[in-house]
């Protein structure tokens, strides 16, 4: 969800129960006095789940922002029948070092 649709969502969110970890973080004081100011916009959400919805729509924005880079390796051909290669860049190693955090935090 992009962060421009998270209003809209927070009107109609009702309880999500997805598993969840704690997370302790500083932040700045005027992000507190933002955040807090959300949460008195939309008063049926807690501080906790407007930042767990900012974050989450932060980090997949970040996902979706790094560059494909081509690699030498064809893993297969678009409909047209052009080639596809493997992407080197961040994605491929950025979704391998979530799962391995993800088998941790799971544990």
Same mark, same amino acid.
């Given at each position: 969800?992009?962060?421009?649709?998270?209003?809209?969502?927070?009107?109609?969110? *009702?309880?999500?129960?997805?598993?969840?970890?704690?997370?302790?973080?500083?932040?700045?004081?005027?992000? #507190?006095?933002?955040?807090?100011?959300?949460?008195?916009?939309?008063?049926?959400? $807690?501080?906790?789940?407007?930042?767990?919805?900012?974050?989450?729509?932060?980090?997949?924005?970040?996902?979706? #922002?790094?560059?494909?880079? $081509? *690699?030498?390796?064809?893993? *297969?051909?678009?409909?047209?029948?052009?080639?596809?290669?493997?992407?080197? *860049?961040?994605?491929?190693?950025?979704?391998?070092?979530?799962?391995?955090?993800?088998? $941790?935090?799971? $544990?």
């Amino acid at each position: 969800m992009k962060i421009r649709q998270l209003v809209n969502h927070w009107q109609s969110m *009702g309880d999500d129960s997805s598993p969840k970890t704690r997370l302790h973080i500083d932040i700045p004081i005027h992000d #507190a006095a933002r955040l807090a100011a959300l949460a008195d916009l939309f008063p049926a959400l $807690k501080a906790q789940e407007i930042i767990a919805a900012l974050l989450h729509s932060a980090l997949n924005d970040v996902e979706e #922002a790094f560059p494909y880079v $081509k *690699g030498d390796t064809q893993v *297969g051909e678009d409909e047209q029948g052009n080639p596809i290669y493997q992407d080197i *860049g961040y994605t491929p190693r950025f979704l391998a070092l979530v799962q391995q955090h993800l088998a $941790k935090i799971e $544990k």
